[in-house]
């Protein structure tokens, strides 16, 4: 079965001109691994001011309601922007934009009108970058465990707490979060969803190290943030969903979140991995000529390829609005265990080189060494693995008596 996308005449066209446009607006050497603090800096920038180009033409989000300032745009022509991001090297949004893309389509599912026209556009046309804040140093996978409260005060909440393994690097304008609303009230009845302003007093971020992000798009490749909040006062307006009706909301974010959204686009590693093969020489003839790395190249293919179509699927059939079960969380699983098997299949391909950032030994920009890192730090963000197989058995009717639903979307 082909699973391939085709296009009419028009479709092409239109995928003409938004390479024309990429290859005019697109800054030559955007997608560089950052070599110094300012120097990431500056490539953050080059992705906003790419990001509010974008928005101006409705390609930032493309798929988003022409009404709140996305593009409009159906499915088809979507998967052709995303793929020609892709073919440039980046994804839609250019930078990270977690809570912009997931706070967005959660509010176009429970926000009021007035919420939809005061946050949404400021997101689709690249205005504001939005982080995600869910997870505290007590509540990871156990997402309806948060304590950071938001206690109503008159017009406003007031919200004191802690997030960890959040955001990214470069601050954020907005942030998108889950509280506890009434603590001590039943689990999963006392839970809200915010979007609020990133300046507010009382917030403070500090930057946390880490091992790698898991391959997060259009950000440094090692940092994540705690966020403080210390009596935050927080406009009543920007609760979202309802007053302890988070667990409902949250369906929406957890499961695009959790693979539904799908991805566009080729394996990050793999045409750099087959160059460095083709290019580099072991005991005389290149690594492509060695047999055994011909065959573990072969296995490394077909699960990138794997993931690709997948990603595919579930993009098309969530934005198509065909009915969907298990195939969000099917594609996180496959994702994340076959990035952390890739880095032993990668490591036996081409040795020690696939450990060392310096070039004399390994590969152009380390690009190896950080995929050794990131192929196991990914198995844990955006729901860890064993979450998704949870997630996948309940869907196929294992372990329950009638098979869960996939959250909402639309
Ligand atoms: C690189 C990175 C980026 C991240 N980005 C964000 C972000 O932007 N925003 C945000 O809010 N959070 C973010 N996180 C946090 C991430 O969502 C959590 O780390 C994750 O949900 C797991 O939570 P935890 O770390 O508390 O581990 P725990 O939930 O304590 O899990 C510990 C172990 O127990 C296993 N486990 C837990 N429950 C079950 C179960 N029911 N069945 C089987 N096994 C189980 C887990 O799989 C894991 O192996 C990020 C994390 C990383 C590493």
Redesign the pocket.
């Known amino acids: 079965m082909d699973f391939e996308v085709t296009y009419s005449e028009a479709q092409q066209r239109f995928r003409q001109q938004v390479r024309a446009w990429l290859e005019a607006n697109v800054p030559p050497g955007i997608t560089r691994i950052a070599t110094s603090p300012e120097d990431s800096l500056q490539r953050y920038r080059e992705l906003r001011a790419l990001g509010r180009a974008l928005g101006d033409k409705g390609w930032l989000y493309p798929r988003a309601p022409a009404q709140y300032g996305g593009g409009g745009l159906d499915v088809d022509h979507s998967i052709i922007l995303e793929e020609e991001a892709d073919r440039v090297g980046l994804a839609l949004p250019p930078y990270y934009d977690?809570?912009g893309k997931l706070g967005s389509a959660t509010i176009l599912v429970w926000g009021t009108e007035a919420q939809k026209q005061a946050f949404l556009p400021p997101i689709y046309r690249g205005e504001v970058r939005t982080?995600?804040?869910?997870?505290?140093?007590?509540?990871?996978?156990?997402?309806a465990g948060v304590t950071t409260a938001a206690i109503r005060d008159g017009d406003e909440y007031v919200i004191t707490g802690q997030?960890?393994?959040?955001?990214?690097d470069h601050g954020a304008d907005r942030i998108w979060?889950?509280a506890c609303t009434k603590p001590g009230g039943a689990r999963h009845e006392n839970l809200s969803w915010f979007m609020l302003d990133a300046s507010l007093p009382g917030i403070t971020v500090q930057p946390m190290e880490?091992m790698?992000?898991?391959g997060?798009g259009g950000t440094d490749p090692v940092q994540?943030n705690t966020v403080f909040f210390d009596q935050v006062r927080v406009p009543a307006f920007c609760l979202v969903g309802g007053e302890n009706s988070g667990w409902k909301a949250a369906s929406t974010h957890l499961e695009l979140e959790h693979g539904a959204g799908g991805r566009i686009g080729r394996h990050r590693v793999w045409d750099r991995l087959l160059a460095y093969c083709q290019q580099t020489k072991c005991d005389g003839v290149p690594l492509t000529q060695h047999a055994d790395t011909r065959d573990l190249l072969a296995d490394i293919y077909i699960k990138t390829e794997v993931q690709r179509l997948f990603g595919l699927r579930n993009f098309w059939l969530t934005y198509a609005k065909r009915p969907r079960s298990y195939e969000g969380p099917q594609l996180s699983y496959c994702r994340k265990m076959a990035g952390v098997w890739m880095t032993g299949a990668i490591l036996e391909a081409v040795g020690p080189a696939a450990l060392t950032t310096d070039p004399t030994w390994g590969a152009p920009d380390g690009f190896l060494e950080l995929q050794q890192r990131n192929g196991i730090?990914?198995?844990?963000?955006?729901?860890?693995?064993?979450?998704q197989?949870?997630s996948m058995a309940r869907r196929i009717g294992i372990g329950r008596v009638a098979r869960e639903a996939p959250g909402t979307v639309h």
């Open positions: 977690s809570g982080w995600q804040l869910l997870t505290e140093p007590g509540a990871g996978s156990d997402l997030k960890i393994f959040v955001g990214s979060m889950i880490l790698g992000t898991g997060e994540k730090v990914a198995v844990h963000p955006g729901g860890t693995a064993d979450v197989r949870v």
